[in-house]
């Protein structure tokens, strides 16, 4: 598996360290492990972790700017795609946003075992963290992986993006059913035309990740709050 991490870092000009090969494997470790007293994730099988945990975040590394660089996750659970991006790009600062208590301790305590520096956790709603005045307009890119469907996403990661940012957003094949967004919506939310990028990863079919770039500034009204949206996403 170590040649195809390599093979996915090197689309993005970067060569893999001893030291980040294991890192990417500790990770692996410590997130089996804490699966099995608390629901962190369904693959238990490592090969599959190695493919759709790693090798799945590592596909997103050709869409990070280069140099030093600002990245929210939106739902981290157990880590992926934050953790092995922050293990790829050291130069980037990870911020982590999960509202499950026991996810962010579990968050917490990887970063520790790992000696990661740079990357912190939030126990906090998508929500109400893109009202945060020091989390909203501030990232270059904010990610989105198996967290809700696109118009959810779009509300909640634009307004954490900064101008001329992005969001990369990993989805599967019902990606379809959930594009076009609305370009009301979009100009709402300060998004651009959504870009799709197929993913070729072995032994997976019909992944993308949706890019949104970050035109203008969101609407203040938004994200709204978690009682006057359930039930009602934007379209």
Same mark, same amino acid.
């Given at each position: 598996?170590?040649?195809?991490?390599?093979? $996915? !870092? !090197?689309?993005?000009? %970067?060569?893999?360290? /001893?030291? &980040?090969?294991?890192? *990417?494997?500790?990770?692996?470790? #410590? #997130?089996?492990?804490?699966?099995?007293?608390?629901? $962190?994730?369904?693959?238990?099988?490592?090969?599959?972790?190695? *493919?759709?945990?790693?090798?799945?975040?590592?596909?997103?590394?050709?869409?990070? /700017?280069?140099?030093?660089?600002? %990245?929210?996750?939106?739902?981290?659970?157990?880590?992926?795609?934050?953790?092995?991006?922050?293990?790829?790009?050291?130069?980037?600062?990870?911020?982590? %946003?999960?509202?499950? &208590?026991?996810?962010?301790?579990?968050?917490?305590?990887?970063?520790?075992?790992?000696?990661? @520096?740079?990357? !912190?956790?939030?126990?906090?709603?998508?929500? @109400?963290?893109? +009202?945060?005045?020091?989390?909203?307009?501030?990232?270059?890119?904010?990610?989105?992986?198996?967290? !809700?469907?696109?118009?959810? *996403?779009?509300?909640?990661?634009? /307004?954490?993006?900064?101008?001329?940012?992005?969001? $990369?957003?990993?989805?599967?094949?019902?990606?379809?059913?959930?594009?076009?967004?609305?370009?009301?919506?979009?100009?709402? $939310?300060?998004?651009?035309?959504?870009?799709? +990028?197929?993913?070729?990863?072995?032994? @997976?079919?019909?992944?993308?990740?949706?890019?949104?770039?970050?035109?203008?500034?969101?609407?203040?009204?938004?994200?709204?709050?978690?009682?006057?949206?359930?039930?009602?996403?934007?379209?």
């Amino acid at each position: 598996m170590n040649e195809l991490w390599s093979t $996915l !870092a !090197a689309r993005a000009n %970067i060569e893999l360290s /001893p030291e &980040q090969y294991e890192k *990417l494997s500790r990770y692996l470790d #410590l #997130l089996s492990a804490a699966n099995e007293r608390m629901n $962190l994730t369904r693959i238990t099988d490592r090969a599959q972790a190695e *493919l759709n945990h790693v090798a799945d975040a590592l596909t997103l590394l050709p869409f990070l /700017p280069p140099g030093s660089c600002r %990245i929210a996750d939106i739902g981290s659970g157990g880590g992926v795609p934050a953790i092995p991006l922050k293990i790829c790009r050291p130069d980037a600062f990870v911020l982590m %946003i999960e509202s499950t &208590q026991k996810k962010g301790k579990f968050l917490d305590e990887t970063i520790a075992a790992l000696g990661l @520096t740079d990357i !912190a956790v939030v126990s906090d709603r998508a929500e @109400t963290a893109g +009202h945060n005045p020091k989390c909203r307009d501030s990232f270059d890119v904010v990610t989105a992986r198996a967290v !809700a469907t696109m118009p959810w *996403l779009a509300e909640w990661c634009l /307004p954490l993006v900064k101008k001329r940012g992005k969001m $990369l957003a990993m989805k599967g094949p019902k990606v379809a059913e959930e594009l076009p967004l609305n370009v009301r919506t979009l100009r709402f $939310l300060g998004g651009g035309e959504p870009i799709i +990028h197929p993913v070729d990863l072995p032994g @997976t079919e019909h992944r993308v990740i949706v890019e949104i770039p970050k035109v203008s500034k969101t609407d203040d009204r938004f994200p709204r709050p978690a009682t006057e949206a359930k039930g009602n996403p934007l379209n």
